[in-house]
């Protein structure tokens, strides 16, 4: 496995080991040992979450203020543009964000620490997503940043006004956040 460090160290772009042929390819998309030993981090992982979704939707910032999850996420199907942003008061990068495109072609992995409040934007016809979670999802503590919120100014690559959830549509602006 490939770490490809990022402008927020804590977040990271992991590339697996893709075994292909004229059958097609293989590739661990998680194995505990070699996650370990790439990152330096020891996690535990209570939830796999699955989505799909059209071109053009846009779901998040999302986080949850408590049960903060640390989040392995991937694209199986399609392409996204996966954006984290840190909501940790303390850390010398609060405020900033990262972004990285993660397909079904490049395999690319983001490790998005609990802490960050974490979207993506669907840029092809359609996209699975898929995430490993270090705890459990918590509707009640659940908080969503608007995704065009000035502050931030996130380059979304759209091609036409996203597609949100009613929740997403009337998020909060960073600058009134709950943070951690």
């Known amino acids: ?22 059958r097609g390819f293989f590739f661990e998309s998680f194995n ?31 986080y949850q203020l408590q049960q903060p999850q640390g989040k392995l996420v991937r694209c199986v199907a399609g392409e996204v543009y996966d954006v984290a942003v ?17 397909s079904a072609e490049n395999k690319r992995m983001m490790w998005v620490p609990a802490g960050f409040a974490h979207g993506f934007l669907v840029v092809s016809d359609y ?23 000035p502050d931030l100014a996130i380059p979304w690559p759209l091609d036409a006004a996203p597609q949100l ?3 997403d549509a009337v998020a909060t602006l960073f600058r009134d956040a709950e943070g951690y």
Request: charged share 25%; net charge neutral; hydrophobic share 40%.
């Open 1 to 22: 496995m490939k770490v490809i460090t990022t402008d927020i160290p804590d977040v990271l772009i992991l590339e697996p080991k893709v075994f292909g042929d004229a």
């Open 32 to 62: 505990e040992r070699v996650f370990a030993a790439a990152t330096g981090l020891s996690l535990h992982f209570v939830q796999d979450n699955h989505s799909r979704s059209a071109h053009g939707v846009l779901r998040g910032l999302h």
């Open 86 to 102: 840190d909501l940790r008061r303390a850390s010398p990068t609060y405020g900033r964000w990262v972004a990285a495109a993660l």
């Open 127 to 149: 996209a699975e997503f898929l995430y490993k979670t270090t705890d459990y999802y918590a509707p009640q503590h659940e908080r969503a940043i608007l995704w065009n919120d």
């Open 165 to 167: 959830s009613g929740k």
